[in-house]
T-cell receptor, first 114, second 114 residues
């Protein structure tokens, strides 16, 4: 079945630095990938839709200058958290959909900003 | 009223028990219903996917959708300790390009005791 790989699984960074998270579709091409954020005991919240070859579409309330998304190829989307602050600490998850199939998720990245 | 309501639990059952997990929703346009299993610090894994009303069975898992009541269920028979996880319901009105607009429940944390 479809596999979505996300890297790194865990990252700790200092306040003010930037962190890049990668999301890869391993055995299929994904023209669209999705980025979510999940706080403890909360549901997944869609942050943005990443479109290959074009600008990402951000959900209301998500700062596009803070959460930079690049979808440079059909198998890779990256999320960069710029100038991270402790309140950005969360679990970030990407997903992608193979044509004709429901969404498959990566294993998530736990970001801790100190 | 939230679009999707799901009791967060936690739900604790003995091994071998039948587990019933449920979600209610308010948007009558929802047609696609999914159940995801999420282990701690991992991304969600698709368990069951159904369209419109009816039942779907896969091994020990049965998904039910009652659109008239706006109520969906996931049953787990002969529950195992390895079933211990958080179960998220998700639903969408559209299957196509806006698949990222899945609406998730908060998830129910299940613990199956040996």
């Amino acid at each position: 079945g479809a596999v979505v790989s996300q890297h790194p699984s865990r990252v700790i960074c200092k306040s003010g630095t930037s962190v890049k998270i990668e999301c890869r579709s391993l055995d299929f091409q994904a023209t669209t990938m999705f980025w979510y954020r999940q706080f403890p005991k909360q549901s997944l919240m869609l942050m943005a839709t990443s479109n290959e070859g074009s600008k990402a579409t951000y959900e209301q309330g998500v700062e596009k200058d803070k959460f930079l998304i690049n979808h440079a190829s059909l198998t890779l989307s990256t999320l960069t958290v710029t100038s991270a602050h402790p309140e950005d600490s969360s679990f970030y998850i990407c997903s992608a959909r193979e044509m004709g199939s429901p969404l498959h998720f990566g294993n998530g990245t736990r970001l801790t900003v100190t | 009223q939230k679009e999707v309501e799901q009791d967060p639990g936690p739900l604790s059952v003995p091994e071998g028990a039948i587990v019933s997990l449920n979600c209610t929703y308010s948007n009558s346009a929802f047609q696609y219903f999914m159940w995801y299993r999420q282990y701690s610090r991992k991304g969600p894994e698709l368990l069951m996917y159904t369209y419109s009303s009816g039942n779907k069975e896969d091994g020990r898992f049965t998904a039910q959708v009652d659109k008239s009541s706006k109520y969906i269920s996931l049953f787990i028979r002969d529950s195992q300790p390895s079933d211990s996880a958080t179960y998220l319901c998700a639903m969408s009105a559209h299957y196509g390009g806006s698949q990222g607009n899945l609406i998730f429940g908060k998830g129910t944390k299940l613990s199956v005791k040996p």
